[in-house]
């Protein structure tokens, strides 16, 4: 079983929990939030993260690398505001008053978790805004940090080695570096039907997401609707895999109309041009972050690359990602790795 897998087994475990107040949909619509998490309603149990009957959790088939973060998510959509048409290429177009959730935790040691922080992005009348919450140390409660946080923590990779982390909650501010859409309007990034569109326990996600009123509906041919694979999923062939982790980490930056558009590399799933993927193209702007390399992906030669050098570096004014890493995705430089040494045979 995945990361991404264990992590929605245990959300939709969590289901099981007792059924507390509803969600307080006044908290979701203020022009800033309650002090504490709790307030909100989203969790009958803070504790143990058991959702409200209401709040649905959800994965993604390529997420974000956040320092081997495990990620929970769950989305919470007012009964009264009915679910979110189908797109087929965009985001869920989620009503006002609906809030995706998202809990970074980490491995305790003692076969559990210790959550680190719960993001929430809430639609609103005036649009999407998030919200930073940091957890306590009893596991009970997470405040609002409105200014963000640095935390020092020890992550566990996949192998079973642990690295060191510089972990940083965002400002709220700082979330709008990468959650901007091609309208320039701050919006969430993740829950696409192609990310959304993956196999679990019982059956496809979408469909539960159709039964739990998130989604209005799904086309009668399940075969056309879109799916971005999982990049850890080794069946997949390997183009495949390292489009969908460049999607996942870069795409929703280097991509036409986005905040890394005049780069003119764009990472982006749907991308078919192989110069805007970054083949035999070289850099916009030279600099330090180019490493003296002329092209952004040389066919067969990953050290002479641009796109894996500066994915494989934690300097600030090197590495990409800019944000939300402060150490080196292995398991992603090898794909990567492997993906441009391909290209060449």
Not at 18 to 45: C, H, M, Q, T, Y
Not at 105 to 113: E, F, M, Q, S, T
Not at 145 to 167: C, E, I, M, N, Q
Not at 232 to 261: F, K
Request: charge should be negative; aromatic fraction near 6%; charged fraction near 20%.
């Amino acid at each position: 079983m995945t990361r991404r897998s264990k992590a929605l087994a245990v959300a939709l475990a969590l289901l099981a929990g007792p059924v507390a107040a509803e969600v307080n949909d006044g908290a979701l619509a203020a022009s800033r939030p309650p002090a504490n998490l709790s307030e909100i309603g989203l969790f009958d149990d803070m504790a143990a993260m058991t959702p409200n009957a209401a709040v649905v959790p959800y994965t993604i088939s390529a997420p974000l690398f956040t320092d081997y973060a495990l990620k929970y998510r769950f989305v919470y959509v007012p009964a009264s505001a009915g679910p979110a048409a189908y797109q087929g290429e965009d985001v869920l177009d989620l009503p006002v008053g609906s809030v995706l959730v998202k809990t970074f935790a980490y491995p305790d040691g003692a076969g559990g978790i210790h959550r680190v922080e719960t993001r929430l992005l809430i639609h609103q009348e005036a649009g999407w805004k998030a919200w930073p919450y940091v957890w306590n140390e009893a596991q009970d409660e997470a405040e609002l940090k409105v200014a963000g946080k640095d935390l020092a923590l020890t992550a566990t990779r996949p192998d079973g080695s642990t690295v060191d982390v510089a972990y940083h909650v965002p400002n709220v501010n700082q979330c709008k570096g990468c959650h901007v859409g091609t309208d320039g309007a701050f919006r969430p990034i993740g829950p696409k039907v192609r990310n959304l569109n993956l196999l679990e326990e019982g059956g496809n996600q979408l469909d539960r997401l159709l039964a739990a009123g998130i989604i209005a509906e799904l086309p009668a041919d399940r075969a056309s609707i879109p799916a971005t694979p999982s990049f850890t999923d080794e069946a997949v062939p390997l183009e495949a895999r390292a489009r969908a982790y460049l999607d996942a980490n870069c795409g929703h930056c280097h991509a036409p109309g986005r905040p890394a558009d005049t780069s003119g590399l764009y990472l982006n799933w749907d991308e078919d041009r192989a110069i805007h993927r970054g083949i035999m193209k070289p850099p916009v702007a030279a600099g330090r972050g180019s490493g003296g390399f002329d092209y952004d992906i040389v066919p067969g030669d990953p050290d002479h690359s641009i796109l894996l050098y500066r994915l494989d570096s934690t300097d600030p004014g090197i590495m990409m990602p800019e944000l939300g890493r402060s150490t080196i995705d292995q398991e992603g430089v090898a794909l990567i790795r492997a993906y441009i040494e391909a290209l060449g045979s």
